[in-house]
């Protein structure tokens, strides 16, 4: 399985390569390796080889390979149903895909109750795409403002999903448009609201978001190769 060193190794070296052109730091792009569909076995050959977080869109699969796999951080970063929270509660360490009210409502319940607080970050329907959840961008302050009071959620920044295309080029627009959005809520300094993490970018558009400023990226197909579903 050396393709999975191999392919975190060309990763790493495009980050650092992009970073240094847009004389950003390469340690502030933390890399997410999306986990979906991929066993316990691969997944700690990539933990070996320098990963540190894991991201899942599914809580049965957290479930399922959270006691094969030690030592590394998990994202939820799929879309979450409001009677499935209580599972994941106490396993991951950021919810990337809040995009309701009572989503917010219930992350807030069951983290109260077992005494943490849940970093959350506000998924963005960038594109106004059907096919995607996500707050439209108009509504993230209305939606910021009605969930900030909660005490057992931090917003800490916004999650993005591009649009399916081919060339990544034609999805920049839309993640310049994050990145100002990410932009104007820290700078109004909103109580309760600290905009550190900005997600987007995956393995076709991973470059042009970092260019444009993302510092999370979620990549699956990069490091493991081409997902089977038939299992
Ligand atoms: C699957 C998935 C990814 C990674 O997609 P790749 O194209 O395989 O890199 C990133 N983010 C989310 C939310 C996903 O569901």
Request: contains cysteine; hydrophobic residues 40%.
């Amino acid at each position: 399985m050396s393709y999975i060193k191999d392919n975190i190794m060309d990763i790493e070296k495009e980050i650092q390569e992009i970073c240094h052109r847009m004389g950003r730091a390469p340690k502030e792009v933390q890399l997410i390796a999306v986990t979906k569909t991929i066993d316990t076995e691969r997944i700690r050959e990539a933990i070996v080889h320098g990963i540190t977080d894991v991201g899942e869109n599914k809580v049965q699969e957290i479930l399922s390979k959270y006691d094969g796999v030690k030592n590394v951080r998990w994202h939820m970063i799929g879309h979450l149903q409001t009677n499935k929270v209580k599972y994941i509660i106490d396993k991951v360490q950021l919810i990337h895909s809040l995009d309701r009210f009572h989503l917010a409502e219930e992350i807030n319940k069951r983290a109260k109750q077992i005494n943490r607080i849940m970093d959350v970050l506000v998924q963005v329907n960038i594109a106004q795409e059907e096919t995607k959840f996500g707050i439209d961008a108009k509504n993230v302050y209305e939606f910021i403002e009605q969930i900030r009071g909660l005490e057992h959620i931090r917003i800490q920044g916004l999650m993005a999903m591009a649009p399916f295309v081919d060339d990544p080029e034609e999805v920049r627009i839309y993640f310049r448009k994050m990145k100002q959005l990410f932009d104007e809520i820290k700078e109004r300094n909103i109580p309760g609201v600290e905009m550190k993490y900005l997600s987007m970018g995956m393995t076709n558009d991973y470059k042009v978001a970092i260019e444009e400023g993302s510092n999370m990226i979620r990549i699956g197909t990069g490091i493991f190769g081409k997902r089977n579903y038939q299992k």
